[in-house]
């Protein structure tokens, strides 16, 4: 989904729960100028951006990425071709987000995939309210978690709670990619 439709859900949603921009920027601690960039798709939006934003509008992360459905699945199925891209290639952190099968009225849970690029040294990291689970597909990262550093490689895993500042840098000058599941709290 573009960035420019995902701005439009935000402005949308915030109307319809007559929020104005300065409202919506105060609960979520951002400017109402990033607000106002974001609902126009003048920005990229960093996953840990969002999920402030639909906190604080009382939705779930998925809502934003979401086709609209027909009647009730209970089974939802995306082929790796069809997979759905979460804003545009390049984002603040430098990553790229990729949707996975999620249910809308599964609430639990929230998965992607991130392609973590190369050149990510000189991001800062950043945090959210959800749990987190990370899982190496391919390469190697360093899972960087407050003040400590974790090497991971393809095949490893950890999980930890998104309210400490945290971020994945690749390793070996190499890409990577890492199966990112957000638990719900």
Known sequence: ???????????????????????????????????????????????????????????????????????????????????PKVGSKVNEFGYHYELLANRKKFKK?????????????KKLPFSHQEEEFAFVIEGAIDLIYGDE?????????AYYHGDKEHMFRSKNNQEAQVLVIFIIN
């Not at 849970?109 to 040294?121: C, S």
């Not at 550093?149 to 895993?157: A, M, N, P, V, Y």
């Open 1 to 83: 989904m573009e960035q420019q439709q995902i701005g439009a859900r935000v402005k949308n949603l915030r109307k319809y729960l007559k929020l104005t921009q300065e409202e919506l920027a105060e609960k979520c601690g951002y400017t109402k100028g990033m607000i106002s960039k974001i609902e126009n798709g003048k920005i990229s939006i960093p996953i840990a951006t969002l999920s402030k934003i639909a906190k604080a509008l009382d939705v779930k992360l998925s809502w934003f990425f979401e086709e609209e459905e027909e009647g009730e699945n209970k089974l939802n199925i995306i082929k790796k071709s069809e997979r």
């Open 109 to 121: 849970i929230e998965t992607f995939i991130v392609t973590v690029p190369i050149d990510t040294e």
């Open 149 to 157: 550093i974790f090497e991971l490689e393809k095949g490893d895993s």
